[in-house]
């Protein structure tokens, strides 16, 4: 768990131009405390302890404004800016060294059972006031601008969408207009 959360440490130094320090970022980037909680939330949540994940993960959605529950899949170089209005639902997978900006969801639909969340492969970046639901697969190396919509369909790796309801706008390097493959998760 410790390097993965230096891994979360790096990640803000990298992608965070206001993150003047370590001793800075360490009291003072809210988001990272919502993603340390989690870090122990997760790893509490993983030992059966049924309660005390909840609570923690409560607490932190309470002095950070970042809600992930603690059962979700976060890999290590995680980073959320600003994060206020985050929301990641329990079967939620999230890859590495992915970028996240504030009042993202990554939630379900309300019309599955099992795996209900998103999962976003690694080095993704998802815009600000995004809202991804179902149990959506969206591939590596994606950029999702802000304000996009996708609500069961996938997202093919190295690739930018856009817009409500979010479309392909660059893929492979290539700029086109593409509308999402709906997803193949059963409903």
């Not at 959360?5 to 993150?19: G, T």
């Not at 800075?24 to 990272?32: R, V």
């Not at 603690?70 to 939620?92: K, L, N, Q, S």
Request: hydrophobic share 45%; charged share 15%; proline share 7%.
């Amino acid at each position: 768990m410790w390097k993965t959360i230096v891994r979360d440490v790096r990640a803000v130094k990298k992608n965070d131009p206001s993150a003047r320090g370590l001793i800075e970022t360490l009291l003072c980037h809210t988001p990272l405390h919502a993603i340390v909680a989690y870090r122990a939330a997760h790893a509490l949540e993983r030992r059966a302890f049924p309660l005390l994940p909840r609570l923690l993960s409560t607490l932190a959605k309470v002095f950070t404004g970042v809600e992930i529950h603690p059962a979700a899949r976060i890999g290590a170089g995680f980073f959320i800016d600003h994060g206020v209005g985050v929301v990641i639902g329990e079967t939620a997978q999230v890859g590495e060294n992915c970028v996240m900006f504030h009042n993202v969801t990554l939630g379900g639909t309300g019309a599955h059972v099992g795996k209900r969340h998103p999962t976003v492969g690694d080095d993704v970046l998802i815009g600000t006031n995004s809202v991804l639901l179902g149990p959506i697969t969206v591939g590596s190396g994606v950029r999702i601008g802000a304000n996009s919509f996708i609500i069961m369909h996938d997202v093919p790796p190295a690739c930018t969408v856009v817009g409500t309801p979010a479309r392909i706008v660059k893929q492979n390097g290539s700029k086109v207009d593409l509308p999402l493959p709906r997803t193949s998760a059963p409903r």
